[in-house]
């Protein structure tokens, strides 16, 4: 059954909620991208926890006008309202008090959620709201969702993306340095206004299938996890919004294989798993990849100092110098070094007399500030300055 959810055979009905959860995946995805990197990740918590006043007053009004009150469309109308009244309190304490802005970010999410808690619970007591089925809004679920609706998901996740496409360029540079974009002509405040506009836009599409409070997580994680791959913001949004689309996609495939699986915890949860390959697989930022690196090094330091103690005449007493020293062919196995060891002791110590010039010579500072030690100075100086640098050496030392 898995893999019929996964191939999109379980109906027309999850088949569109899969691809209406992919899509929402891939937007969050790339949207966060802008929040993370411009350091503005709880700005989004603020966003999702001020949704649900107006999802039970959006409710309200519409029990009092004569429907049922679970149109969506009207539901993600009030929660979209309300969400952009608790951003404008956010704004409002951040730019007119001294309290920074998580501190703004915590006060107005407390409230807005606690009031929506309330809300909750006075429609609980409404004879119409005993089987609204709002509290859907907090964890997310697909269950009895309707065409309509999974419509209207799909759609707003399509435009939302489409939009920031357009916009990635001025977001990327106010995400990244606000003063250089207002410098450039940038009306600032107006890309921040549209960044969180997007933001809003996406927690209000992804209420239903995610819900309030885990649609932080469908925004901030993918971004992260995309970090440890590019150093590149256009390909940050790209590994983002993949994240996300796969994160959307197979959540909601394994969900639709039994009622009672949670949609938007089981998304956020593969969320987290790309994550956590990332962390530790990621070839320039992993784990695995800083251990290897370190061990490259260790290993070049091991060998540097053997050389230099063949070079010098003088014993080598660390076990692992010597084994390193052996699987690289410079010395045999009863420690006498090769003709191949000894020519590249020779040129370690040349190196090294080389490096001591180069220390003292204060016209060679920015290139003895690129010296580690470790590379060969051909790769770091020119083949002048080499000459420069042997012409001063006493005595000469020939390879």
Partial sequence: MLWQALVLQLGYNATLVTIGSCLLG?????TGTFLFLGKRALVSDAISHSTLPGVGLAFMVMVALGGDGRALPGLLLGSAISAGIGLLFVSWITRHTRLAEDAAIGAVLSVFFGFGIVLLTVI?????????????????????MLWNDALVISIGGALVLALTLILRR??????????????????????ELAMMGLALAITVVGLKIVGLILIVALLIIPAVAARFWSNRVGHVVLIAGAFGGLSGYAGAAISATAPALPTGPIIVLIAFALFTISLLAAPGRGILAVILRHFRFQRRVHIRQGLLALATGQPIYERLTLRLMRRAGFVRRDG???????????????????????????????????????????SVLTEDQ?????????????I
């Fill in 386 to 398: 080499l000459a420069e640098l042997d012409s001063s050496l006493s005595p000469k030392v020939v």
């Fill in 170 to 191: 001025p977001m990327s540079l106010v995400a990244f340095d606000r003063e250089f974009a207002a410098g450039a002509g940038m009306n600032v405040p107006r890309i």
């Fill in 124 to 144: 609980q007591t409404m004879s119409s709201g005993r089987q609204a089925g709002l509290e859907s809004f907090l964890l997310g679920s697909t269950a009895g």
């Fill in 336 to 378: 006498v070094a090769t003709d191949t060891g000894r020519a590249q002791a020779a040129k370690a110590l040349l190196d090294e007399r080389r490096w001591q010039i180069l220390r003292s010579n204060a016209r060679h500072e920015a290139a003895a500030a690129r010296y580690d030690g470790l590379t060969p100075l051909e």
């Fill in 26 to 30: 891939i937007a969050a995805g790339a």
